[in-house]
């Protein structure tokens, strides 16, 4: 049986729309999930897809407010939700958005992502699950690893999102094992520890070796039989030890926190220990609903 | 009007076949070229393919010649050409493999491709425009840049192909050009300079920063509206210029030629020039002509 939501949050990313119910006591009342992504949607669209999703969490007659972070804030999304620049508080209910909608039984905001001027930087999502983790921990200063899609390096302090830096690692090891002439040799989904780790520290290395070293796992696989698990922890350990390479000033001799699903984070998590540091792992999913929780937590303080 | 080929020559890559009818006098007569890559075939698909590409070229009641480089002799290939290893000439006739015809018309050769074993490499269609450049100029000693899906560096003396390197450069620059998140920003064929070569001195300064550096492509697009042909030829730069870092040994101080299709061959010899490097250039086609012709010069001395 379906229950009405006091309020609901949302995650919508590019290729997946996640929502919660929530209760008047911050409890998880119900979760759905759909593949409704944003980059599957007209403007128009959106709308329909979320109501999809949680009619039934709704009550004729009443507003039930929602909250929502991602990919939905961007240009191709619902509605814009600005970016706001850092340094700054990760979450700004002055910047939350308004979206369009037709159904009065809905009130939708949208939180704003950040941008860094200089280096040009941009992310969306990043900043709520940042929030989540900083209502946890108010007082943690030091670095959070977000690794994704787009891995996002942040330095925080006094409660701010001083600056932070993006690398397309997910994307170019998806690129890679999906759609590159590698995707013969790194098929499964087994993991080498060993070979991982090793690939790591060549990389740590020599990153500029990167374009020789992907090719080699396809030369080994033809001439000596490379097994696709080794073939495909040597392909993860040789991107992440280019981008730990260059994400040094962020960990080394930093307080650091992993953010992201239980697979990428350890890897990262493995991986930072290898060099020295201590990085702590958190759940990515659970500080994205921390920090949809925070925002609205915000939102009510501003309404007293 | 068709005429009949003394022999022919045939070019059978993974997205490609060309194939050029050769006069006794070793000049070309004809050239034709069809989609039939090795990629779109079954091994019984060649045959047919190439018919249905040189029929007007051949005779009745008469062998006509065929020598073939290139992914045909793959595993997956027409036949597989076992590659021969590395250090050795780029031609071994004895190494030439017969394909399976139906047709009496034909008698098909294919030429093996050369691997090394430590470090692992392959190529195959490479060793055939190596042995065109090198019958151009038999005495060259020093490196062959040969650009391309898959970027060769070849070690050359005394006639051998001594070692060489993969870097898997073009196929990265394909996928994110195409397939990421980049693909809305580096839109379109223009081409900008400057950037290419600011892109690659960074590159070559701090080739671990490849992974950000291509998400700030991303970022300037968003925020301060970069435009295309500059991210264009600043995904390229920051790619060559890792290249490069990495394949300095093979460069510096060293007699280099660049051996590919114009405008990616020309890029290389601008980065490479940079470096205070002053490479030959040469067109890559012609080459794969000339060591087809090479190849069947020294069957024709086998044959005497």
Redo the contacts between chains.
Sequence with gaps: MDQAANWIAVDWGTTHLRAWAMGADGRVLAAAASDAGMATLTREGFEPALIALVAGWLVAGRVTPVLACGMVGSRQGWVEAP?RAVPCTPLEPGGFVAAPCADPRLAVRVIPGL???A????MRGEETQIAGFLSQDPAFDGVLCLPG???KWVRISAGEVVSF?????G??FA??AD???LRHSVGGEGWDEQAFGLALDDALS???????R???L???A???GLAPEAARSRLSGS?IG??L???RPYWLGQQVAVIGAAGIAGAYATALTRQGAAPQVVEGDAMTLAGLAAARGLMSEGMQ
């Design positions: 970016y941008k860094q001027l280096p040009a930087d941009v899609t787009h891995n830096q993006t690398f397309m690692t994307e170019l690129l890679l759609h590159s002439v020599r990153p500029d070796r990167i374009a020789a992907l090719f080699t396809r030369a080994e033809l001439l000596s991107l280019v981008e390479a260059a994400a």
